[in-house]
Nanobody, 128 residues
Framework: QVRLVESGGGLVQSGESTRLSCAVS????????RGWFRQAPGKEREFVAS????????NYADSVNGRFTISRDYAKNTVNLQMNSLKPEDTAVYYC?????????????????????WGQGTQVTVSS
């Protein structure tokens, strides 16, 4: 089994930065895609960013491209999300997810249904 645990987030001011981390344990996941999604109250869960664990190839939602950066730490087996220039509309519960299925070389999924494993989520609130 695979376990994902998010940390970080909390309350930040508009324009500030914060960083989320996702620790992955269980099966060795050296070839998985890991991603971040978010869900605001009353809205559908939406894609934020994802990364191929092996190649480092990334994929970003248009709404965060240029402000958020996804990265990996092999030593800690974590995937991180650096969030800069935060806006009130970034307020949401942020979820870490892992995709355990090979879907083609270079494919970095942005589709929630393609991720088999999920963390419990961490709240990020951006005040104006």
């Amino acid at each position: 089994q695979v376990r994902l645990v998010e940390s970080g987030g909390g309350l930040v001011q508009s324009g500030e930065s914060t960083r989320l981390s996702c620790a992955v344990s269980g099966r060795t996941l050296s070839t998985l895609v890991r991603g971040w999604f978010r869900q605001a109250p009353g809205k559908e869960r939406e894609f934020v960013a994802s990364m191929s664990w092996s190649s480092g190839r990334t994929n970003y939602a248009d709404s965060v491209n240029g402000r958020f950066t996804i990265s990996r730490d092999y030593a800690k087996n974590t995937v991180n999300l650096q969030m800069n220039s935060l806006k009130p509309e970034d307020t949401a519960v942020y979820y870490c997810a892992a995709d355990n299925t090979f879907r083609g070389s270079g494919y970095v999924s942005s589709t929630a249904s393609e991720y088999e494993y999920w963390g419990q989520g961490t709240q990020v609130t951006v005040s104006s």
